[in-house]
């Protein structure tokens, strides 16, 4: 079975661009998830979606970034205009809601903003 | 609030040795206990887990036990190989309301051959 899926999985660009970060999740799942790691913050929950509501944002940053759902295979992360503070990988996650249901993982995007 | 305790590496074992990986919770209600492991250029991937007291999830010589009494969760295996060579995580998901993940920081393990 296919599991979660983002593209692209490196990203360079220069700071003031837009990025689009994409992930597919796992078909049948219902929430997914939107993850920064670092070294020095470690992992990060920046948003998570509930049947492609979004239930918790208290996690993204800044106005900057923004994240869509519009259907249950798809979702975006936009950072709007790109900081290089903002370089990180980017993990898109998702599980059936339930109980002791785990989170699977894609691959990430490695972000880098010059 | 929940929090997840994990032992400071990194943890630097010797090819065969026993490994052991602390970690330790706080959390309401009653947690989903988890281990994910990260390889190097990798996203995370769920290595076990144990959804009540007492349960023990294990997979690819790995174990861990769902010990309330002690709010614990150590990870285990009796001969670690070099190519468990990553970075560990103790996760937790609390039962009541929606399923987000509590992760601890990570422990990087080290196998030398």
Redesign the interface.
């Known amino acids: 079975d296919a599991g ?1 899926i983002q593209s692209p999985r490196h990203e360079v660009t220069e700071m003031g661009q837009e990025v689009t970060l994409r992930c597919k999740p796992i078909s049948g799942h219902n ?1 997914l ?1 939107w993850y920064r790691q670092t070294m020095m913050r ?2 990060e ?1 920046l948003i ?1 979606f ?1 049947n492609n509501v979004p ?2 944002d208290s996690g993204m940053p800044e106005d900057r970034f923004s994240a869509k759902m519009p259907n249950a295979s798809f979702s975006t992360l936009k950072i709007q205009p790109s900081e290089p503070r903002d370089s990180a990988v980017y ?1 898109c ?1 998702s ?1 059936f ?12 995007t490695r972000l880098s903003i010059l | 609030g929940d929090s997840v305790t994990q032992m400071e590496g990194p943890v630097t074992l010797s090819e065969e040795a026993f490994l052991t990986i602390n970690c330790t919770y706080t959390a309401t209600g009653y947690p989903s206990l988890f281990w994910y492991v990260q390889y190097p250029g990798e996203g995370l991937q769920l290595l076990l887990k144990a959804t009540k007291a007492d349960d023990k999830g294990s997979n690819k010589g790995f174990e861990a036990t769902y010990r309330k009494e002690t709010t614990s969760f150590h990870l285990e295996k009796g001969s670690v190989q070099v190519s468990d060579s990553a970075v560990y995580f103790c996760a937790l998901i609390t039962n009541s309301g929606y399923s987000t993940l509590t992760f601890g920081k990570g422990t990087m393990l080290l196998v030398s051959p």
């Open positions: 979660v929430s998830f470690g992992l929950l998570y509930n239930i918790d993990f996650a599980s809601e339930g109980r002791g249901q785990p989170q699977h993982f894609g691959d990430g």
